[in-house]
């Protein structure tokens, strides 16, 4: 089992930056690929950013490329999402998730993210 608590979100103009963080515990002795998943009112959870166990692969959704970077600590079970030029439509719950894998750079499916966090609120003010 692994437990993963975000923290970092808040209210923020357009423009601004938050830097999001997870921490993990419990089982982090296993290899996992990490993600950031967001859900804002009334719509789907959509898929955000994701990085391998190792460090070297990174994914984004088009929406948050060359705005959002995804970073992990391994040394420190943590991981992280820098967000900048954020957006009023960047306004959700953001998630992060881990999927168990055995091969360092593989890049999970969403059905694959075992663990999930409680959840950190961004608000993004025009």
């Known amino acids: 089992q692994v437990q993963l608590v975000e923290s970092g979100g808040g209210l923020v103009q357009a423009g601004g930056s938050l830097r999001l963080s997870c921490a993990a515990s419990?089982?982090?002795?296993?290899?996992?690929?990490m993600g950031w998943f967001r859900q804002a009112p009334g719509k789907e959870r959509e898929f955000v950013a994701a990085?391998?166990?190792?460090?070297?692969?990174?994914a984004y959704a088009d929406s948050v490329k060359g705005r959002f970077t995804i970073s992990r600590d391994n040394a420190k079970n943590t991981l992280y999402l820098q967000m900048n030029s954020l957006k009023p439509d960047d306004t959700a719950v953001y998630y992060c998730?881990?999927?168990?894998?055995?091969?360092?750079?593989?890049?999970?499916?969403?059905?694959?993210?075992?663990?999930w966090g409680q959840g950190t609120q961004v608000t993004v003010s025009s």
């Open positions: 998730a881990a999927a168990p894998v055995f091969v360092p750079g593989t890049l999970p499916r969403e059905y694959e993210y075992d663990y």
């Open positions: 419990g089982r982090t002795s296993s290899r996992y690929a």
């Open positions: 990085i391998s166990w190792s460090g070297g692969n990174t």
